[in-house]
C-alpha cells in the first residue's frame, strides 16, 4: 500500500480538519447503539479460525461485489473453502474503486492488523491471510479484544421479543469485560400478518418466552409487555423497526381483534386489514417506549429480498435487497403526530434508505421537538446503501440545514462484523474534514474550541447523555 493513500490525515484536506480529528474525534471511545453483532459471539469470545470467518462471514456488502464481479455463488454463500472464499475477495478488491469497500477493506487492515504499505489485490492476498490469522489466533484478536482494540464503550445488538437474552445477562454480571453489552428491542415479526402460518409459529414462540396463554388480542400485548419488561430489566433502552414504511391506517379495536381472531385461525387477511393490523401494533410499541422512556428507530425505506430464485438458495440478508421507493413522508408525519397529541411521543430516529427523502425526513424531525429532551428527535446517521462518503455528506449537510448538527448522536456500524468499527473512524474524519473546510473558507469561526467541542458532541457525548444506557445514565459529564 502506498503510504499517501491510507495515512493519519486520510480524508483531512485542511490543517484545520487535521487539528479537529486528532485532538478532539479521535482519541473518545465510541458508543456503537445499533449493529449486528452476534451476543452469543461476544459473550463466548469467539476466536475466529481465520480472515474469511471474520470479514466475509454475513457481509452481504462484499458479496453483492463479488457477484458483480462474476465470481461463482459457490465462493460466496457456497462449499467453497475458506482459502479459496478469501482469494477471490481479493480478486474482487482492486475493482472496488470509488466504492466504499475500497477505504473500509483497507482502513480495516491498517487500523486492525497495521498491514501498511500493501493493498489488497491476489498478489498481496497470500501474506495478508497469513499475517492476518496469525494475529487472529492471540488473544488481542478475539471478539471482546477486537472490540477493546477499538476503543468501543457501548454495543447495543438486535433482538427479537423470544430472544432470551441470555448472553446479554452473561456478559452483565461477568467482571473485566470492559464495554457494555444491550438489546436492542426488534418486534417486526409480530407485525408481519402476511403469512398466517408463520404467524401463528411465533406466537406459538412467544407465548412460549412469556409464559402467556395467547388466545386474544390483549393476551398478545400483554405477552409483548413482558417481554418489553424483561428486555428493560436487562439493559434494554431502545428499540428499532426495519420498515417499508409507516403504517398508519384507521383501525377500531374490534377491527384488530377480529384480525388477530382469524390469523390464529390460519385465514389470510385482506391486504387492508393487513395494513390496519401492522398500524395498531407499531402504535401499541411506540407507547410501550414511551411509558419507559426508552429511544425508538425506525429505518425507512429498504426493499428486502426482491431475487426470489436467491431468497430460496441461500435466504434473506444476503445482499439481494434495494433502495425502495415508497411514500414516506405523508404516513410518518401522520403517525408521530399521533403519538405527540397524545403525549406518547418516545426519543425517536429516523433513518431513511432512499436519499430523496433525505431533507425531508430531516425536516420532519423539527416538527416534532418539544423541549422535553435535547435533540429528542434524531435524523440518523446515513445508512447501509448511503453508508459511504456522498450519503454520510449528505446527511450532515441535510441535518445542518434542516436542524442542528450539533444535537446529532453520531455514527453507527449497522454490521455484523468485528472488523467494522473503522467506519466510525471513517465517519468522524469525514464530519472533520466538512468542518475544517468551513472554517478554512471563513464559514464557521477560525477557533478549534467551539467546533472541537461540537465534534466530540457528536462522536461521543451526545449519544452518551441521549440513550441512558445503566451504567451511564447518571453520568453528565461533557
Known amino acids: ?42 459473550a463466548g469470545d469467539r476466536r475466529f479460525e481465520n480472515l474469511t470467518r471474520i ?35 481479493a480478486e474482487t478488491v482492486p475493482r472496488t474503486l470509488r466504492n466504499p469497500l475500497y477505504h473500509w477493506t483497507h482502513l480495516e487492515l491498517k487500523r486492525l492488523f497495521g ?99 395467547i388466545t386474544s388480542f390483549p393476551n398478545l400485548l400483554t405477552a409483548l409487555r413482558k417481554r418489553h419488561d ?4 436487562t439493559g434494554c433502552r431502545l428499540s428499532d423497526h426495519g420498515l417499508e414504511t409507516v403504517f398508519v391506517e384507521d383501525y377500531s379495536e374490534a377491527e384488530i381483534r377480529r384480525a388477530f381472531n382469524n390469523l390464529m385461525a390460519g385465514k389470510s387477511l385482506a391486504p387492508h386489514v393487513i395494513f390496519q393490523f401492522k398500524s395498531a401494533m407499531l402504535y401499541e410499541f411506540a407507547v410501550m417506549d414511551w411509558e419507559k422512556g426508552w429511544v425508538q428507530q425506525f429505518h425507512l425505506g429498504a426493499l428486502r429480498n426482491t431475487n426470489s430464485r436467491m431468497m430460496k438458495a441461500v435466504g434473506p440478508d444476503a445482499g439481494f435487497d ?31 434508505l432512499n436519499p430523496r427523502d433525505s431533507d425531508m425526513v430531516a425536516a420532519m424531525t423539527g416538527n416534532f421537538q418539544d423541549g422535553s429532551a435535547s435533540g429528542k428527535m434524531q435524523y440518523g446517521p446515513a445508512w447501509w446503501f448511503l453508508d459511504q462518503l456522498d450519503g454520510m455528506t449528505r446527511q450532515i449537510e441535510a441535518l445542518s440545514n434542516m436542524g442542528l448538527l450539533s444535537r446529532f448522536v453520531g455514527m453507527t456500524t449497522d454490521s455484523r462484523s468485528f472488523l467494522s468499527y473503522p467506519r466510525h473512524d471513517y465517519f468522524r474524519r469525514l464530519l472533520c474534514d466538512i468542518l475544517g473546510r468551513d472554517m478554512e473558507r471563513g464559514r464557521l469561526p477560525e477557533d478549534l474550541d467551539p467546533v472541537g467541542g461540537m465534534v466530540k458532541d457528536i462522536c461521543y457525548f451526545n449519544a452518551k447523555r441521549y440513550f441512558r444506557f445503566p451504567e451511564t445514565k447518571n453520568d453528565d459529564a461533557a
Open 115 to 213: 498491514i501498511e504499505g500493501r493493498l489488497l489485490d491476489p498478489e498481496t492476498a497470500g501474506g495478508i491471510w497469513e499475517e492476518c490469522n496469525a494475529k487472529l489466533a492471540t488473544p488481542e484478536f478475539t471478539a471482546r479484544g477486537l472490540l477493546r482494540r477499538m476503543n468501543v464503550e457501548v454495543v447495543c445488538t438486535t433482538d427479537d421479543p423470544v430472544d432470551d437474552l441470555k448472553h446479554h445477562q452473561k456478559l452483565s454480571v461477568e467482571a473485566g469485560v470492559g464495554f457494555g453489552v444491550y438489546p436492542a428491542f426488534r418486534p417486526d415479526k409480530a407485525l408481519a400478518a402476511e403469512r398466517p402460518d408463520l404467524y401463528r409459529a411465533y406466537v406459538a414462540r412467544l407465548s412460549e418466552a412469556s409464559d402467556t396463554d
Open 230 to 233: 424483561f428486555f428493560h430489566s
Open 55 to 89: 470479514w466475509l462471514e454475513g457481509d452481504h456488502y462484499k458479496w453483492r461485489a463479488m457477484r458483480a464481479c462474476g465470481v461463482d455463488e459457490r465462493f460466496i454463500t457456497g462449499g467453497a473453502s475458506d482459502w479459496e472464499k478469501f482469494k477471490k475477495w
Open 1 to 42: 500500500m502506498n503510504k499517501s493513500f491510507i495515512h493519519s490525515d486520510f480524508l483531512l484536506e485542511t490543517p484545520q480538519a487535521g487539528d479537529l480529528y486528532h485532538s478532539f474525534a479521535e482519541p473518545l471511545p465510541i458508543i456503537d447503539y445499533h449493529c449486528h453483532l452476534s451476543p452469543a459471539d461476544i
Open 322 to 352: 434495494s433502495i425502495g421507493d415508497l411514500e414516506i413522508g405523508r404516513p410518518l408525519a401522520r403517525f408521530l403526530d399521533r403519538l405527540d397529541a397524545e403525549s406518547h411521543l418516545a426519543k425517536t430516529i429516523l433513518y431513511n
